[in-house]
Structure formats: C-alpha cells, structure tokens
C-alpha cells in the first residue's frame, strides 16, 4: 500500500517558476498520484472506495490528492447518498481539457517504455497495450458523447441496438492527405477500405440490429466530408478531444502533428458492457465478418 510520503517531501519543497506555464501546471497537478485519479475519473470510476481500489493507494493519501484536485478545479463532487454522505467525484471542463495529456502520456510510455522506440501503427497480440485492450472485456464503457456525422453529438453506445459495434481507426486520407511517410507506419493504411467493407455489409448489421459507430480522432468536418463522398450509411464519431481513447485507454500513436487510434474493434451492449474485443485488426475484411458473428 502506498503511502505518499515520498510525494509530500518533493511537492512540499516545489516552488513553480511564476511565468512558466509548465511549472506552474506541475504545481497543480505534477504529483502521479493526481494523474492516475484524473485517469481513473475518465473511465467513469467516481466513487471513493472504487478509486482507492483502483489505484491501491492509502485513504488518506487519496483524501488529500481529491481535496488539492478539488481546490485546482480540475474535479467536482456531488452527493449520491446520505447519512452518511458519500460523493461522487467528476473531472470539471478544465479536468477533461487533461486528458489529451494523459493518451500522449499513455502514447509515449507505450512506445518508449513498454515498447522498442518504433513509430507503429498496431501492436502484437503480446504487447502490453494490447493484454490492455482485452482487459476491457466485462468491463463498462462510460458514458462519452462525441459529434457525429449526422450532425449532432451522440453517446458512443446506441442503447437501442443488440449491440453495438464500436470500431477506431487511425484516419482517411479524404478530404485531408494523409502525412508524409503514413504508408512506412505499420497498422495506419487501410482506413478507408476499412470504412467501404462495413458499409458493404451495413444491411446485414440492421438486420441484426447491430449497430455500427466507426471512431477517429480526424475532425467533424472531415469525417463529413469523407462520409459523403464515400456514401457511407454508418455513423463516425469525431474523438478529436479523445475523451474515449482516455476513457477506454485506447492505444494511440501521434502522426502528422496529432494523436490517432490504432484499429481496434468492440462489441458493446446496450447495458454499456464490453462483450468482446478484436485487437490487433491485421485484416479488416476478417474483422467485419467477426462483428458478424459474434
């Protein structure tokens, strides 16, 4: 059990430079401890009890770090029981502006601390990141509601359907190229061949009443753009603020500039509960028939 004693010392002594915009932010929330809770709270675990489980972090020390959180504005609570009053803690509109930090975080430990060093656009079935995305299955998808191509914003999981296929890639070269050298990357072609394949069997999904969401972190505009030109009948959701790949800790690498998802695909049903997952996509046409099936 951690006790954060070690954490005090260092954050005690720290004096941010007064014009330094990274110093001061490491003031705020430069204590790992703070970084995992704002982790955490993304994936939709908001309950005391539940967030001291998680991390196997001290009550005490939680206490602490949820109280600095709260006084930053970066977390809010509410009330969800009385006698005794027990909270549930939310990250603010200034806690989710983190979570872009957090995926390039993830994104850089993958590549520079789990992995090899090599810019990659999939992994191996052995690879940390992907034993990550298969310990998604069972479990709940938060509520995360991004903008769609029909023009609005929508909840991720379509509550109304048997199931819904949830598939993420790295992004469509229509209407913006792709960056120089996305060919060299491994895993990064193939997206719009990808989004053709489950259009092609777009019917058979309804039939099923499976419903299909493809996810990039390309903009609305240009997931708009491309939905039209290609006639593409599903939905795509813009995680441009990737609210989900931090929810879900989806596996990323940063190309031309920005964060992309590496292909993934999930089954989730309407009760928010991953049923299954496929990860590495090596063969989208195989992964469409596995959808199917499952």
């Not at 939709?44 to 001291?52: C, E, H, N």
């Not at 209407?175 to 072609?189: F, M, Q």
């Not at 299954?276 to 046409?285: M, W």
């Amino acid at each position: 059990m951690a006790t954060g004693l070690g954490d005090d010392v260092r954050r005690n002594s720290f004096e941010p430079e007064p014009d330094c915009a990274i110093a001061q932010s490491l003031g705020v929330i430069g204590d790992g401890w703070e970084l995992l809770i704002v982790r955490d709270l993304a994936r939709g675990v908001g309950r005391f009890d539940r967030l001291a489980d998680s991390l196997d972090i001290s009550r005490k020390v939680l206490t602490e770090r949820l109280a600095g959180l709260l006084g930053s504005g970066i977390v809010e609570r509410s009330a969800y029981q009385e006698r005794p009053t027990r909270y549930v803690y939310r990250l603010t509109p200034r806690g989710r502006a983190l979570l872009p930090v957090l995926v390039a975080l993830q994104d850089w430990g993958d590549r520079w601390l789990l992995g090899d060093g090599s810019l990659t656009g999939t992994n191996r079935e052995d690879e940390p990141p992907a034993r990550r995305i298969h310990q998604l299955t069972g479990r709940r998808v938060p509520e995360v509601a991004l903008p769609s191509t029909a023009g609005t914003t929508l909840d991720v999981v379509d509550a109304d359907a048997r199931a819904t296929i949830l598939f993420g890639y790295p992004a469509t070269g229509r209407p913006t190229p792709l960056p120089d050298g996305w060919s060299d990357i491994a895993g990064a072609s193939g997206c719009t061949m990808e989004n053709r394949l489950f259009a092609a069997r777009y019917d058979e999904f309804r039939a099923q009443r499976l419903a299909v969401r493809g996810v990039s972190t390309q903009r609305p505009d240009e997931q708009r753009a491309f939905a039209a030109t290609e006639e593409i009948p599903h939905l795509l959701l813009s995680d441009q603020e990737l609210e989900l790949a931090a929810a879900l800790r989806l596996p990323t690498f940063r190309a031309g500039g920005y964060e992309r998802l590496k292909r993934v695909v999930l089954v989730v049903g309407p009760d928010r509960v991953v049923q299954a997952v496929r990860y590495p996509v090596t063969d989208s046409s195989a992964a469409v028939d596995w959808a199917l099936g499952v």
